[in-house]
């Protein structure tokens, strides 16, 4: 299943389920990806790093945005894009 939320800050926040991919273990069984154009995400990126399994650093990427991914301290998949502004 998808979810989408949008913050009044103007981020999307999106969620969705991975249990075909992997086996089942508490806490990888979701990816929550969060998006938007303001930096105050590279803030978000480094604080949830804290004890985390960063899988991509936060840096740009092809597409011309920044974007990073890790796995919280708690087995939570985290995916950041800030999109560019062009």
Same mark, same amino acid.
């Given at each position: 299943?998808?979810?989408?939320?949008?913050?009044?800050?103007?981020?999307?926040?999106?969620?969705?389920? +991975?249990?075909?991919?992997?086996? $089942?273990?508490?806490?990888?069984? +979701?990816? +929550? $990806?969060?998006?938007?154009? =303001?930096?105050?995400?590279?803030?978000? $990126?480094?604080?949830? !790093?804290?004890? *985390?399994?960063?899988?991509?650093?936060? =840096?740009?990427? !092809?597409?011309?945005?920044? *974007?990073? !991914?890790? +796995?919280?301290? $708690?087995?939570?998949?985290?995916?950041?894009?800030?999109?560019?502004?062009?």
């Amino acid at each position: 299943m998808h979810a989408t939320l949008r913050t009044p800050d103007g981020y999307t926040l999106m969620g969705w389920d +991975v249990r075909e991919k992997m086996p $089942f273990h508490p806490g990888n069984n +979701v990816a +929550v $990806f969060l998006v938007g154009d =303001d930096a105050r995400l590279r803030g978000y $990126f480094e604080k949830l !790093s804290a004890g *985390a399994t960063v899988t991509l650093p936060l =840096d740009r990427q !092809s597409w011309g945005d920044e *974007a990073g !991914s890790l +796995v919280d301290q $708690f087995g939570i998949t985290w995916m950041v894009n800030i999109t560019q502004q062009f």
